[in-house]
């Protein structure tokens, strides 16, 4: 049985799905949704069978994500990959997702235009605008700010997000301002704030409904995967977890 868990703030069908649950073996252990992980693909697609049963939906639409701030409007399941970071659907039944392995899933909805989004906010696609093209795509097809609610799935917290002087610059080039996403860990180099990062983005495109489920990818290692966990590690390769939102029929 898939293993998720939801929030209150999304009335629409949804999941934030991490390790557990799956059938996939190995660092891959269990439920791996990763089309592009190295895991065997047969693993792969039993578990995304499971994630579209526990969401009740037709088809589950995952891309091929490259950290970008690329947005595909969607209508039924794509029959080539989608190089993007962000999706976008009114179609009921088809769910969306975004895959993540420390990076931040973003889950959005606006329930009264029946529009739906999932996107895949790392900190190079949050820092090139990978929400506000989000939010712009689902107001193309006639979502509102006010009127969206969005929710930030497992990812890597500020603790855990060791990110070096080189790192913070990139934010502090474009706005000396976002230094304020950055403390000093314990050995005296800069930790990111992924997380507050990302909501500031909503919170600046006019979106006051937004949350953050609170779990940290990188602490919890039995629930969730974690890219810079396995690393640390010295273990080549990883699985991803999975956030998805579907319209009801």
Not at 20 to 35: F, R
Not at 170 to 194: C, M, Q, R, W
């Amino acid at each position: 049985m898939t293993i998720f868990t939801t929030h209150p703030n999304l009335k629409s069908r949804h999941l934030f799905a991490g390790r557990q649950g799956g059938v996939s073996t190995g660092i891959y252990a269990s439920l791996n949704t990763g089309l592009y992980s190295g895991d065997d693909p047969e693993a792969v697609n039993q578990n995304r069978a499971l994630v579209c049963e526990a969401l009740g939906a037709g088809h589950l639409v995952s891309l091929r994500q490259i950290h970008s701030d690329d947005v595909e409007i969607i209508e039924s399941p794509p029959t080539e990959p989608i190089r993007a970071d962000g999706l976008v659907t009114k179609t009921p039944g088809l769910a969306i997702s975004a895959q993540s392995a420390d990076c931040g899933p973003l889950l959005l909805e606006d329930t009264d235009a029946g529009v739906i989004a999932a996107c895949h906010a790392g900190w190079r696609g949050a820092l090139s605008g990978i929400v506000e093209s989000t939010i712009a795509a689902m107001c193309e097809v006639g979502a509102h700010p006010d009127n969206i609610s969005a929710v930030l799935g497992p990812c890597i917290s500020q603790p855990n997000y060791e990110a070096g002087d080189a790192f913070m610059a990139e934010f502090t080039d474009v706005n000396a301002d976002y230094a304020k996403y950055f403390v000093s860990g314990p050995s005296g180099i800069p930790h990111f704030d992924l997380p507050a990062f990302i909501l500031s983005r909503l919170a600046d495109c006019g979106v006051e409904n937004r949350n953050w489920v609170g779990q940290c990818t990188y602490a919890d290692e039995a629930k969730f995967f974690s890219y810079r966990r396995n690393t640390h590690q010295g273990l080549e390769g990883y699985g991803r977890n999975i956030s998805a939102i579907v319209l009801p029929h």
